[in-house]
């Protein structure tokens, strides 16, 4: 898909270009070991993944898995994204081959570069019998982690996943592999949406912050979005005006979801906030950007607000 992981340098070697080098140069030499082919489905930087090219990615994922021709898929990815796209991958792809996305914090030619040592972990952990059934993971820094959960925390260092609330679900070195915990309950799959729907529900990501101006909350309701993801601050909170602003578009029918702005832990219904009596839902543990998709998603499946809160629950 491109990234750091497929960079090339530029402005005389201080900077790189991510999204390059086509899959063919990555590949490693593992002979003797795994028999690897690569496909490009796009080569760019991640912050210019489109819908378009999830969807794309996705039917490629889903018809290799039901060819039954492989063992495992690995794809690589810049790290800008790479959550988001491991996480709608985990929501629309069906089957036990282990699927996992890896890329680079270090383009190649960089000191301490770790995109090779990603890939080959990411390559071990696809081969890995054990990892069937999974769903969706992402490795880095000898670290796997699930999809709903995996975020990156920091803008550079091979440090930079984490899966904040659960912790990594395994780890590499070399060519083994373990687990620590079963795979987590995944509430919605979708079935059926190899292409992107014309009618895909529009789902906004809204910023809180101290003496946020309601005006910005009412310019996304005038946007006229299926859904919009509050990333309260705290417990997924705002001012009462914000919230007062979208009670009236919730009442209207636009599906209103808190999120937190904090990185990690739950969003609770009806404590800080009567989200019953404003018509929300919470995000559970789900970061805003990845409760946007989920919604996203699960609005093309239904607007009934209770089947909706339940996608979001893991327990
Ligand atoms: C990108 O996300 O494409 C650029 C950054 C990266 O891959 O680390």
Known sequence: MGGTIAATAARGGAGYVAGVLPISRLLPDVQGWLRVDGEQVCNTGS?????????????????????????????????????????????????????????????????????????????????????????????MNEQAH??????????????????????????????????????????LRVAGLSTLPAQAARVLVLYAH??????????????????????????????????????EAAASGVTIVRASRTGSGRVIRNVEIDDDGRGFLVANYLSPQKARILLMLALTQTRDRAVLQRCFMLD
């Open 210 to 247: 101290g003496d946020l101006d309601p005006s910005v909350a009412r310019a996304f309701v005038d946007l006229a979005p299926d859904g919009i993801v509050l990333a309260g601050v705290g417990d997924g909170n705002a001012s009462e005006e914000v919230l007062a602003v979208l009670s």
């Open 47 to 139: 912050q210019a993944v489109t819908y378009a090219d999830w969807f794309r990615l996705a039917d490629r994922v889903q018809h290799l898995v039901d060819g039954a021709a492989v063992d495992g898929i690995v794809v690589t990815h810049g790290t800008d994204t790479l959550e988001e796209t491991a996480y709608f991958l985990d929501l629309v792809v069906h089957g036990e081959v282990p699927v996992v996305l890896t890329g680079a914090m270090r383009p190649a030619h960089a000191a301490g570069a770790d995109g090779m040592a990603n890939l080959r972990a990411a390559l071990a952990v696809a081969a890995a019998p054990r990892a069937a059934g999974r769903g969706v993971l992402v490795v």
């Open 146 to 187: 699930e999809a709903w959960d995996v975020q990156k925390m920091a803008t550079t260092g091979v440090h930079a996943f984490a899966s904040p609330n659960c912790g990594p679900v395994g780890w590499v070195r070399g060519r083994d592999v373990g687990f620590f915990h079963a795979p987590s309950p995944r509430p």
